[in-house]
């Protein structure tokens, strides 16, 4: 490595934090680095990753999509969850200000913080659920433990065949009693608000508010109390899961011919991968742009976090499985359980009901899961903040705060806090929050290694934390990308374009700004050009 490549670089490195914004996003410095690391880590263990699990209504697919899941997460999800940490190492910048190393690129910034946007407004109305279940949970008895008279459809108890069409008690209770749930999808619009959800989803945007009002610094002092209540639930949940009988059915029941039938599997464990490592939405880049100036500080980081977000969603996952196999093992037939969104929430419900002492770990379980959803939305906020840090908007920060947490509660009560509002949220989390990340990601590794210079950005993150990514990242970044747009592009086409045009739309919302950027920067360098040619030409001619 020549002398003068490595100070051009720590000149270009030094010039990218001088102009940078007229003041750093963030005052603070950190006492240790375990402040900031906890910060890291502590954004893979959200709620997410005991809430989204696609396969877990499938018996037959669960044990080999988490195989599938861990495999992707090793090789795709990894170096795309250390790259973007580095890259707010080696600018100190916001998502959409980081892009100054290559301007034609902005544009991934903007779909960053699109996507951000409607993984805030999903992970807001899962924090209204968590609350809601909480408060139900203080009463004399669980009220899911039995089926209502009222319930419709039909509610059957355990220990019976279940009826096609009927459901389980906690299936019932939650689609009736919490939700107020159409039974017949978005056919005749969304239907009414529900009342007492909206009153759950406005205190759930007021306590994000007090949330993200405090700097990031501060925020890292409170992470410590979710992630050690986070860890013992699922500790405590995964140790009596493991009496319940029928707990094993997902591992004898795998099949496991499903990673040949075809490739929706491979892409919907890729699409989670995404989701479950924050990556594709700017929030790594910010937690980078804080990473303290110490040895090794980015390297490890990355791998405890990594190992850290894998233990937590494959042990939440695991243990939805066997609560779901001791469900099946009651009605001795299909539990009609629903895919998406409701699934995870409804085994959790039917789990507390099982063990001794079901309304103090009821209370505690969706307690924990409210906290985690209210934290998680937090640093979604905080992400969308600290892009803008322009002088005018430091000045009124309060108001701006309240602006956006006003507008996702707004739009918020009119959609997902309505009868039809569950069908809106599996919406999002099937399209906006989960495609676009991928193509992402593809953006920001071709920048990065082939228009930025993969060697340039080494060498930046050399400078600013004293550590050289590995050859394994390297070559990460420059083969990946072209994968993961060629499993991007390749499920378009199995893409049912006549029943989801919506979500077609909004992915293509999503991700337009990249190619837009690309093309203004394009004529915009064109004219520069051509204009200098002719003023040259005229001074020739004169």
Not at 395 to 412: D, E, H, Q, S
Not at 436 to 465: K, N, W
Request: hydrophobic letters at 50%.
């Amino acid at each position: 490595m020549s002398e003068s490549l490595s100070s051009h670089t720590k000149t270009l490195t030094e010039s990218t934090d001088s102009v940078a914004t007229d003041e750093p996003l963030i005052q603070d410095r950190w006492t240790n680095n375990i402040s900031y690391r906890q910060l890291v880590i502590s954004s893979c263990i959200g709620i997410v990753q005991v809430w989204w699990h696609p396969y877990v209504h499938d018996l037959k697919r669960l044990v080999p999509f988490l195989f599938i899941y861990n495999v992707l997460s090793v090789f795709l999800a990894y170096p795309a969850f250390y790259l973007e940490l580095a890259l707010g190492v080696a600018t100190r910048k916001g998502v959409l200000n980081c892009w100054d190393m290559a301007p034609l690129a902005r544009g991934i910034g903007i779909a960053m913080l699109v996507t951000c946007t409607f993984t805030a407004l999903s992970l807001g109305a899962v924090s209204a659920w968590c609350l809601a279940l909480v408060v139900h949970s203080i009463h004399s008895f669980l009220p899911w433990l039995h089926c209502a008279a009222s319930a419709h459809p039909p509610c059957a108890a355990r220990h019976r065949p279940l009826p096609k069409g009927s459901e389980t008690p906690a299936q019932s209770f939650f689609f009736n009693f919490v939700l107020n749930l159409k039974r017949d999808g978005l056919q005749g619009g969304l239907g009414n608000v529900v009342s007492e959800l909206t009153i759950y989803y406005v205190i759930s945007w007021v306590l994000v508010y007090f949330v993200s009002c405090k700097r990031i610094y501060s925020y890292s002092k409170l992470v410590l109390f979710k992630d050690l209540m986070a860890f013992f639930v699922l500790v405590s949940c995964a140790a009596g899961v493991v009496r319940l009988k029928g707990s094993s059915r997902m591992f004898y029941e795998s099949d496991w011919s499903v990673l040949y039938d075809g490739v929706q599997i491979w892409r919907d464990a890729l699409e989670y991968c995404f989701v479950q490592m924050v990556l594709s939405q700017g929030t790594l880049i910010m937690l980078g742009s804080y990473c303290p100036r110490q040895k090794h500080a980015l390297a490890n980081t990355s791998i405890f976090a990594f190992t850290v977000s894998k233990l937590s969603c494959t042990a939440s996952a695991l243990t939805l499985g066997a609560a779901h196999g001791a469900l099946h093992r009651d009605y001795d037939n299909n539990t009609n359980i629903w895919k998406e969104s409701s699934s995870s929430i409804i085994l959790w419900a039917d789990y507390v009901t099982r063990i001794p002492g079901s309304q103090f770990w009821s209370i505690l379980l969706f307690f924990t899961f409210f906290v985690l959803s209210i934290s998680s939305t937090g640093l979604i906020v905080q992400t969308i903040m600290s892009t803008f840090t322009g002088r005018l908007v430091r000045k009124i920060t309060w108001a701006f705060l309240i602006l956006i947490c006003v507008l996702f509660c707004f739009i918020g009560i009119i959609t997902i806090c309505t009868q039809g509002g569950l069908y809106i949220l599996n919406f999002l989390m099937m399209w906006p929050v989960s495609k676009p990340r991928t193509p992402i990601a593809a953006f920001v590794a071709i920048v990065i290694t082939y228009i930025y210079g993969q060697t340039t950005f080494c060498e930046d993150v050399y400078f600013a934390v004293g550590e050289y990514p590995c050859v394994f990242l390297r070559v990460c970044w420059a083969l990946t990308p072209f994968a993961l747009l060629i499993i991007f592009v390749s499920g378009m086409a199995s893409w049912p374009l006549a029943d989801v045009a919506a979500g077609w739309v909004l992915v293509i919302v999503t991700l337009v700004s990249v190619a837009l950027y690309i093309i203004l920067y394009l004529l915009f360098k064109f004219r520069v050009r051509v204009s200098k040619l002719s003023i040259k030409t005229t001074k020739y001619l004169t």
